[in-house]
C-alpha cells in the first residue's frame, strides 16, 4: 500500500516510544510500575469511588461503586454501607468480595482486589459515613441517610492484589498526527 502525504496515519503499537522517560519504570516494554504498598494506600485516601462486588444468592455478581477507606495500621479496607444494603446481605451469605479502584485523575493508576470481609460493625459506623462524607463531598454530613437504616462498616482483608501504575503518556505520546 502506498502512503499518500494527503492522509494522515495512526500506528498502532503495544509498547511505549523508546523516547519516553520516566522515573517509575520498572518493565519499559510494558511501560507500567508495580504499586507500592504507598501508592495502594493512596488510592483509598483520594476520592477515588470504589467498586465493590459481591455474590448475590443465586451466584450471579453484585458490583456497587461505595465510598471506601483503609485502616492502613492493619491493612484493612473499610466500606460504609446500610444495614438494608443488598452487599450487607451478600457479604452475610458469603463474605467473598472483589474491588476495584482507578484513580480519577489517572485511570491507568488502579488496582482489583480479592478479599474477604472479616468482620462487620456497627461500632462507630456513623462516624465513620460523616469521615467519609468529608473526603468525597467535602462537608462532614451525609444527608441522604434514611434514619431507620443502621450503618455498618464492612472490614475488608485483601487476599490478592493485582495494581497497575501507568503514565497515560505512554498511549499517546505513540500517536504522532504529524509523523510521516
Known amino acids: 500500500m502506498e502512503k499518500d502525504d494527503n492522509k494522515s496515519y495512526i500506528d498502532i503499537v503495544d509498547v511505549p516510544p523508546i523516547e519516553t ?41 453484585h458490583i456497587t461503586p461505595v465510598w471506601a477507606d483503609i485502616d492502613e495500621e492493619n491493612d484493612i479496607i473499610l466500606v460504609n454501607t446500610s444495614e438494608a444494603a443488598v452487599k450487607k446481605r451478600n457479604v452475610s451469605r458469603n463474605p467473598r468480595v472483589a474491588l476495584s479502584v482507578v484513580e480519577q485523575y489517572n485511570p491507568y493508576n ?26 468525597y463531598l467535602g462537608i462532614g454530613k451525609y444527608y441522604y441517610r434514611k434514619p431507620q437504616n443502621k450503618r455498618v462498616i464492612l472490614k475488608i482483608k485483601p487476599e490478592k492484589i493485582i495494581g497497575l501504575s501507568l503514565c497515560p503518556a505512554f498511549y499517546f505520546l505513540a500517536y504522532y498526527p504529524w509523523r510521516k
Open 21 to 61: 522517560e520516566s522515573l517509575f519504570i520498572v518493565n519499559e516494554s510494558l511501560g507500567s510500575t508495580e504499586l507500592s504498598k504507598e501508592q495502594f494506600n493512596s488510592l483509598f485516601k483520594g476520592r477515588n469511588l470504589v467498586f465493590i462486588s459481591t455474590l448475590s444468592a443465586d451466584g450471579f455478581p
Open 110 to 135: 488502579m488496582v482489583s482486589i480479592k478479599g474477604i470481609v472479616k468482620e462487620q460493625t456497627y461500632d462507630n459506623a456513623d462516624e465513620h459515613l460523616q469521615k467519609l462524607a468529608k473526603k
